[in-house]
């Protein structure tokens, strides 16, 4: 029976596939890994201060042998045989370990400056993240550690800083309850540190799957820094989309009543403004979509205060000088005082003085204080914008 025509084409192409995959697998690359530095020969009782940070390593080889390199088979490191507690060594960073075809064209930064301490124990409590989801319908209620805490062993610098371990477990369409080893991480600034140990090394991972759904909607809240100037208030805040949705294992989610928004900088605000924030997440909760939400905050005056737009009046111009331009030409002064007095306040009682004793001829930008503004008893500065003026001056 003859192989048809279609048929054939199929294997053909199939056939042209498989040989440009081959062929691919030995065709020579160049390639720049980041990988953890090894610390050697340390003595007991000691621990480096600092995270080591990654090196980037420049590679050449074939790119199925490329693709097979981990930091077990491509190790560095630096050697601490001579380090003592609260010195400081720079140390070369050497290869130790190199996979077999591979060539190392080089690696940055080829030294590291380490500070060495006294070490310290710690004891802290095992925290989870998931990967993946469960099956359909079902979900991670809680997630324990046996043991439920490790012993961090380490610079004190660095311990004072963690106050858990966290541990990753896969769900991978699980629909029962299961056990499993796990290997927790200790983490400082979002970056995984390798210079502390930790005993035991594993722990087990107890996670109750359940039925239900592990998702919640929850509104936010926000935080603020800094402080708006004198005689403004903060009228609302509203966040874009108001209500956010998050997952996790539902004893997590079932803790939650509100999030709380990353600080909004409240300085230096005259008028309503828009800004971009993240929300803080306690351990093994996830948001889900963007990770930045808008929100806008609107700022308007206090009752007992006025807003002028004030023209600057110059003392000390120097002899055979004249002030020929002024940015801007006027300034936005806020007062603030007695609502009585307020009322019965003019632009005429305010008097603005730039003192150019040490202009020079040309362009002058002035920083303006509150020092210059005279005001009449029971009133005072709460703010003025912009805080510069540039001035012009030329020989008359």
Excluded: C
């Amino acid at each position: 029976m003859k192989m048809s025509v279609v048929v054939l084409r199929i294997l053909i192409g199939l056939a042209a596939v498989l040989l440009w995959v081959n062929a691919h697998a030995f065709v020579f690359q160049t390639r720049t890994l980041n990988l953890p530095v090894k610390v050697l020969n340390l003595a007991d009782g000691l621990a480096i201060a600092q995270p080591l940070g990654d090196i980037q390593v420049r590679l050449s080889g074939k790119s199925r042998d490329l693709s097979q390199i981990t930091d077990s088979s491509l190790v560095f490191a630096v050697d601490l045989s001579a380090a003592a507690a609260g010195g400081n060594l720079t140390l070369p960073v050497t290869l130790q370990t190199s996979p077999a075809h591979i060539d190392v064209l080089g690696w940055s930064p080829t030294s590291l400056t380490v500070s060495v301490d006294a070490a310290i124990t710690k004891t802290v409590p095992v925290a989870f993240d998931t990967a993946g989801y469960a099956a359909d319908g079902y979900t991670a209620a809680d997630i324990t550690a046996t043991p439920s805490t490790v012993e961090l062993t380490g610079s004190p610098q660095l311990l004072d800083h963690i106050t858990d371990v966290l541990a990753t477990v896969d769900l991978h369409n699980h629909k029962a309850s299961f056990d499993v080893p796990v290997t927790p991480r200790v983490e400082f600034d979002g970056a995984t540190i390798t210079n502390v140990s930790q005993n035991p090394s594993w722990v087990t991972a107890h996670v109750n799957i359940q039925k239900g759904s592990a998702f919640r909607n929850l509104g936010i809240k926000p935080t603020f820094t800094g402080t708006l100037p004198v005689g403004y208030f903060m009228r609302e805040v509203q966040f874009n989309p108001p209500v956010v949705m998050v997952s996790g294992n539902q004893r997590a989610l079932a803790a939650l009543t509100e999030l709380l928004s990353t600080p909004i900088n409240l300085d230096n605000h005259h008028q309503t403004f828009t800004d971009s924030v993240a929300v803080n997440l306690p351990r093994g909760v996830k948001l889900v979509g963007d990770d930045l939400i808008k929100v806008q905050v609107s700022i308007q005056l206090a009752q007992a205060s006025r807003q002028f737009s004030v023209t600057p009046q110059f003392v000390n111009v120097s002899e055979g000088e004249s002030v020929t331009a002024i940015t801007p030409k006027a300034i936005t002064l806020v007062v603030v005082g007695e609502e009585d007095v307020l009322s019965h306040l003019h632009l005429e009682d305010i008097k603005f003085n730039v003192d150019l004793q040490r202009a020079l001829s040309g362009t002058n930008e002035i920083t303006i204080d509150a020092g210059m503004f005279s005001l009449p008893a029971g009133v005072s500065v709460g703010s003025f914008t912009p805080g510069t003026l540039e001035v012009i001056l030329s020989r008359t």
